[in-house]
């Protein structure tokens, strides 16, 4: 059973509206994509991929070639001999990471990556982890986590990566104050604004879950309130409640509507009244809005499709469609938690069509059936869409961008407007 702090109901939404369920051909990226953006955010941690040259492209051209430090992650290439058993996997990847820390005394988390290649040849990177991990103690903890594109979305990375981290948490005291746990990366910046804003509403410890460095990664325990930044991370969320922490239930912190109800729900479960809340941001919301009203006069009334990818989606609907009046035609996901996305389906239009996984010959013709003004796809997607006269929005753009927040709500409104204005002078 999971442990939830609970706000109040919201008007109905979406909550019990049908919702299609689609299984079939997929066209996403998989979990290798999120060592892009962690391994900028956890500065003391390296990722090993165990894979094969595929991977290693994936990684290379995702991540761009990093000229201003020495890497944070590489591909222990699974070779042939590998595969037909002729050379133990194990004492390979032995001999790579003690070479790799050898030469990198500044890593203090390891990261083994499982890979498609890795799991097909049913490598256990968990009892290399655990072997490694003693003999590298106290100086590098080395964890697993995997990352394949077997029945995955690209987000799941970071959820699987964040999830290896919980067990070896520190424990919150019984005793010590009830703290905060903002669980999901964001970019610093973001991070240095929710941090002053919580502590202008009056949480005095408030966490970030992964924390910027190695060794300060925040305790957990019963007396641990964590609030999901992100909505990817279902296991992660388990592995916290597993250790007694408790979900504040909220929307996600997109946009001037979803970030005023996530700090709401922060506040009240620590007492605070919203009116506090209101107090401490208001001149961060009026900003927000003002922006927003400009953007609004380009995005209102236009339609969008999203197709299942990030599992941003519902987030991203809500505010598009509640903040700046867009016109929801299909909103896809790869999963829906319902219990995570409650607050938010309740907040979506009704007539918003919902559709979980994918089939994605059924969806591009219902795409092309709705000509939506924009479409929210894969990079896969993208050209062939383009192609036939659509405007499109890489999904992938949106968890690689500063999007949450006050601050960063016209940013992300800007991207969806972006395009369209590109159309529009392309179109005259
Ligand atoms: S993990 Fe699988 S899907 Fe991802 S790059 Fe490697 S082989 Fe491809």
Known sequence: MSSVIAIQ????GCGQAPVLRERGQREVFCGLTGIVWLHRKIQDAFFLVVGSRTCAHLIQSAAGVMIFAEPRFATAIIDERDLAGLADAQDELD???TRLLERRGDIRTLFLVGSCPSEVIKLDLSRAAQRLSQRFAPQVRVLNYSGSGIETTFTQGEDACLASLVPGLPTLPETAPASLVVVGALADVVEDQFMRLFAQIGIAHVAFLPARRSDAMPAVGPNTRYLLAQP???????????RGAQRIAAPFP?????TTRWLEAAAAAFGIDASVVAQATASARARAQAALARQREALAGKSIFFFPDSQLELPLAR???RELGMRL????TPYLHREHMAEELALLPSEARLSEGQH????LDRC???RPDIVVCGLGLANPLEAEGLTTKWAIELVFTPIHGYEQAPDLAELFARPLRRRELLAA
């Open 9 to 12: 109901p919201q008007a109905a």
């Open 95 to 97: 001999r790579v990471v």
């Open 232 to 242: 990817f991370l279902a296991d992660t969320a388990r592995a916290l409640e597993s």
């Open 254 to 258: 997109l946009g001037v509507e979803g």
């Open 319 to 321: 505010f598009l469609s």
């Open 329 to 332: 035609t299909e909103v896809g």
């Open 360 to 363: 994605v010959e059924k969806q």
């Open 368 to 370: 092309r059936a709705a």
